[in-house]
């Protein structure tokens, strides 16, 4: 045995440990149970008669970076009673276990924001097993958490395949957990999941992006609750107003000057306020060589500062004073993004009054779309829905 070494605790209550090895690559502990008889299944008396012993190997959680195997010394006892021959049952193993249950514990959590494959890979548990016992966690999981309807609730789409095929992710805004997927972002998806919610326990507050589908359903089933406009969605489609003018300068411009506007595309889309000295002598002098763009950027800023105002009335009319200088510029994007204002004022505004938005969803989102990656897809709907669930649980 080695010098340098220290004593630790194994954690394993009902094991007793008789002895250990240790290699470059594992540590082996052999253990036995600390309980020296076992209870009968068939006529439940306890004996302590041992008819047999056995070895077993059972994975543990990794210890300093290596491999854990616990040498079991598994016994087999005869009831003096009936006579029946049975094996002792573990707590901290399942029966027929190759693992410890803190193990499976530990990979499940591992591999809820990680490939399952890594970590098939790392520790040396074949991939479909590991999976097998990935999903069966994940389904105790989603199944035995707490859930309540929520008060505030975000809505938004993920991307599952190319060609625009989407799913809808809600979440509750005020606890920050995802509530459910639903197959598709159309309107009778998600008019279907909202006639399940009972009607003393729908939502007070609805945050959505800009899509018909999705207020038409909730307007529909939700009569009398609040829809607020996400704020993040108002705003990115004034910066792509933008952006689509840049292109259409770019288009137009000259070739040795295409290369001017064309860097200049971060630097438009950047807040006024974090501009470095020389990024705004770079602005000003874009902007004096194409005044157009020049507008365009004073329009984007503008919308910025009406949404930090607080005054609900205040940041309602210059919201309308911004939409008629919009509409009346000759910036067909600006023009666009003015009509759609003005189509769903009163859902936009939403925002002045009750400030909540969609940023959770938008970050679960983020979430959804690195493990879409991780998993190069899904072809399941159902094993997709699961992984979701079990990210926020």
């Given at each position: ?38 209870v009968?299944p068939?006529?439940s008396e ?12 059972i994975?543990d ?23 029946k021959?049975?094996t002792?049952r573990f ?24 490939a ?24 105790e ?15 938004d ?10 799913h ?5 805004l ?14 009778e ?25 999705y ?15 996400d704020k ?9 107003a ?13 070739k ?7 860097r ?23 902007f ?10 004073e ?11 607080e ?9 309308q004073?911004?939409?008629r ?40 989102n983020?979430k959804?779309?690195?493990d879409?990656?991780m ?19």
């Open positions: 045995m080695p010098k340098d070494y220290i004593q630790i605790s194994l954690g394993l209550q009902e094991f007793s440990v008789l002895g250990w090895k240790e290699d470059n690559q594992e540590v082996i502990v052999e253990v036995i149970k600390s309980s020296s008889y076992g009968c068939k006529c306890s004996t302590n008669k041992v008819h047999q012993y056995k070895e077993r190997l994975d959680i990794p210890i300093q970076d290596k491999r854990l195997r616990l040498s079991l010394r598994e016994r087999r006892f005869k009831c003096a009673n009936c006579g021959v049975f002792e707590e901290s193993i399942h029966s027929r276990g190759h693992r410890t249950t803190r193990y499976e514990q530990y990979l499940y959590e591992r591999g809820k924001n990680r399952l494959k890594a970590i098939s890979l790392e520790y040396q548990v074949k991939y479909t097993t590991l999976r097998r016992l990935w999903y069966r966690y994940a389904k999981a989603v199944n035995n958490r707490s859930f309540e309807y929520p008060r505030k609730m975000g809505i789409e993920f991307s599952v395949a190319k060609r625009h095929k989407y809808t992710v809600l979440t509750d005020e606890k920050h957990r995802i509530v459910t997927t639903i197959m598709g972002r159309d309107k998806a998600l008019k279907n999941y909202l006639q399940t919610i009972p009607d003393g326990k729908r939502p007070e507050f609805f945050v959505v992006d800009i899509w018909k589908g207020i038409s359903a909730i307007r529909e089933v939700c009569s009398e609750v609040v829809i607020v406009a993040f969605h108002i705003i990115r489609m004034v910066n792509y933008l952006d689509f003018t840049r292109q259409v300068i770019q288009r137009q411009t000259q040795g000057k295409k290369q001017i506007i064309f200049a595309k971060h630097l438009l889309l950047k807040a006024y306020e974090r501009l470095t000295p020389k990024e705004h002598e770079r602005l000003l002098a874009l004096k060589d194409v005044p157009v763009l020049g507008d365009a950027y329009l984007k800023e503008l919308l910025r500062q009406i949404y930090q105002l005054n609900y009335d205040e940041a309602c009319g210059l919201l004073c911004w939409c200088m919009a509409y009346d510029s000759n910036l067909s994007g600006f023009r666009d993004v003015a009509r759609t204002y003005l189509r769903w004022f009163d859902i936009i505004t939403n925002y002045f009054k009750y400030r909540v938005t969609n940023g959770f969803t938008e970050g679960m983020n959804i779309k690195l879409k990656q998993a190069y897809g899904y072809r399941n709907f159902s094993n997709q829905h699961l992984r979701i669930l079990a990210m926020s649980s």
